[in-house]
């Protein structure tokens, strides 16, 4: 059950991020210069991205935690990938803020803008807030959220207003950040340069333990064929009354390549099991139509998934941004849809 934010929560966040719109961070850094907040007692940092350098999208990107920021740097990273395919590495632990247009908001949004009586005018003005939740449209923020990003964006603003006005320098093209942390030896807060340190990403990987299906999977007639993957994104919502929050449309699709025969799909939704999805969909693929020659994925996460599968009989695993029969069968989808 949702918990929203209360008027008075919500002014307190929209206080806050007006100030910061008003230093205009853009016109200082770019998108992939990063902010970094260390929060007393929680477990990770957050990072913050602004963006509007270049003039088209303004907003501030905040990324909890290090799965969000290592995607953050993989999405930068995968021009390969269509750009509808590319929420999947923004897609959990994310809180956006629009610096938008008035047509861009919701009703729901406009109808908070209105009950807090903020005057909003021209382009780029308007604010609003979406988080980014796995298998659910960016929707507007919880109370739990609009908390989070008012205490994230109260040392954001004080960390951009230091760098703007010149009092603490990052070299930023070194890969380093601009953090803000509690001294305790000083008891205070403190901006300062420091290395952007991250872990590498921590995939989850299914280790196949019965014996007796390897067995009969590699028993299996080659088949020679080569077959994709994938939980491919849609552009739709699906309303259920199960859930709180419109769900994204997401398919898992498996498909010969390059016949662009689809072979299996099944819409995922938040309480799948996605990872048992994909891979119940690629065992029985083998075992109704023979051991394919190669698997191909399109992320790093499907490729975790079946690595022990694939390294075990044999099968090629490669990863490719462009999925040829699954991207062809979502652009006729959307095409008929529309």
Same mark, same amino acid.
């Given at each position: 059950?949702?918990?929203?934010?209360?008027?008075?929560?919500?002014?307190?966040?929209?206080?806050?991020?007006?100030?910061?719109?008003?230093?205009?961070?853009?016109?200082?850094?770019?998108?992939? +210069? !990063?902010?970094?907040?260390?929060?007393?007692?929680?477990?990770?940092?957050?990072?913050?991205?602004?963006?509007?350098? %270049?003039? *088209?999208?303004?907003?501030?990107?905040?990324?909890?935690?290090?799965?969000?920021?290592?995607? #953050?740097?993989?999405?930068? &990273?995968?021009?390969?990938?269509?750009?509808?395919?590319?929420?999947?590495?923004?897609?959990?632990?994310?809180?956006?803020?629009? #610096?938008?247009?008035?047509?861009?908001?919701?009703?729901?949004?406009?109808?908070?803008?209105?009950?807090?009586?903020?005057?909003?005018?021209?382009?780029?003005?308007?604010?609003?807030? @979406?988080?980014?939740?796995?298998?659910?449209?960016?929707?507007?923020?919880?109370?739990?959220?609009?908390?989070?990003?008012?205490?994230?964006?109260? @040392?954001?603003?004080? %960390?951009? &207003? +230091?760098?703007? *006005?010149?009092?603490?320098?990052?070299? #930023?093209?070194?890969?380093?950040?601009?953090?803000?942390?509690?001294?305790?030896?000083?008891?205070?807060?403190?901006?300062?340069?420091?290395?952007?340190?991250?872990?590498?990403?921590?995939?989850?990987?299914?280790?196949?333990?019965?014996?007796?299906?390897?067995?009969?999977?590699?028993?299996?007639?080659?088949?020679?064929?080569?077959?994709?993957?994938?939980?491919?994104? $849609?552009?739709?919502? !699906?309303?259920?009354? &199960?859930?709180?929050?419109?769900?994204? *449309?997401?398919?898992?699709?498996? %498909?010969?390549?390059?016949?662009?025969?689809?072979? +299996?799909?099944? #819409?995922?939704?938040?309480?799948?099991?996605?990872?048992?999805? !994909?891979?119940?969909?690629?065992?029985?693929?083998? $075992?109704?139509?023979?051991?394919?020659?190669?698997? !191909?994925?399109?992320?790093?996460?499907?490729?975790?998934?079946?690595?022990?599968?694939?390294?075990?009989?044999?099968?090629?695993?490669?990863?490719?941004?462009?999925?040829? %029969?699954?991207?062809?069968?979502?652009?006729?989808?959307?095409?008929?849809?529309?």
């Amino acid at each position: 059950m949702r918990n929203e934010a209360t008027l008075d929560e919500w002014k307190e966040l929209y206080d806050i991020a007006i100030k910061i719109k008003d230093l205009k961070p853009w016109e200082y850094l770019y998108d992939m +210069d !990063i902010i970094t907040i260390l929060l007393p007692g929680a477990d990770e940092p957050v990072y913050c991205s602004i963006m509007g350098k %270049a003039g *088209e999208f303004f907003g501030i990107g905040t990324y909890v935690g290090f799965d969000a920021m290592n995607n #953050f740097y993989t999405m930068a &990273k995968r021009d390969d990938v269509p750009d509808i395919q590319k929420i999947r590495f923004q897609d959990d632990n994310v809180l956006m803020c629009h #610096f938008g247009n008035r047509e861009e908001l919701t009703k729901e949004e406009l109808k908070l803008v209105k009950d807090l009586e903020l005057k909003f005018r021209g382009k780029n003005n308007w604010i609003y807030f @979406h988080s980014f939740k796995k298998g659910y449209v960016p929707y507007l923020l919880d109370k739990e959220e609009v908390l989070l990003e008012t205490e994230i964006f109260k @040392h954001l603003f004080e %960390a951009l &207003k +230091d760098y703007v *006005e010149g009092n603490v320098k990052i070299n #930023f093209e070194n890969g380093n950040t601009l953090l803000r942390m509690y001294n305790k030896t000083k008891n205070l807060w403190t901006n300062q340069e420091a290395p952007i340190l991250l872990p590498e990403p921590d995939y989850p990987q299914l280790v196949l333990q019965d014996e007796l299906l390897i067995e009969r999977i590699n028993r299996q007639e080659a088949n020679k064929s080569k077959i994709e993957i994938d939980i491919a994104y $849609l552009t739709g919502a !699906i309303r259920d009354k &199960k859930y709180d929050v419109p769900v994204m *449309e997401r398919l898992c699709i498996l %498909a010969e390549n390059p016949s662009g025969l689809i072979i +299996d799909q099944d #819409f995922i939704f938040p309480d799948d099991d996605e990872m048992e999805i !994909i891979f119940s969909m690629t065992i029985d693929y083998i $075992l109704n139509y023979g051991k394919p020659d190669t698997i !191909i994925v399109r992320d790093d996460y499907v490729l975790n998934l079946l690595n022990d599968l694939c390294k075990r009989t044999g099968i090629k695993l490669k990863i490719r941004g462009k999925l040829k %029969a699954i991207d062809y069968f979502v652009e006729s989808f959307l095409r008929y849809r529309f």
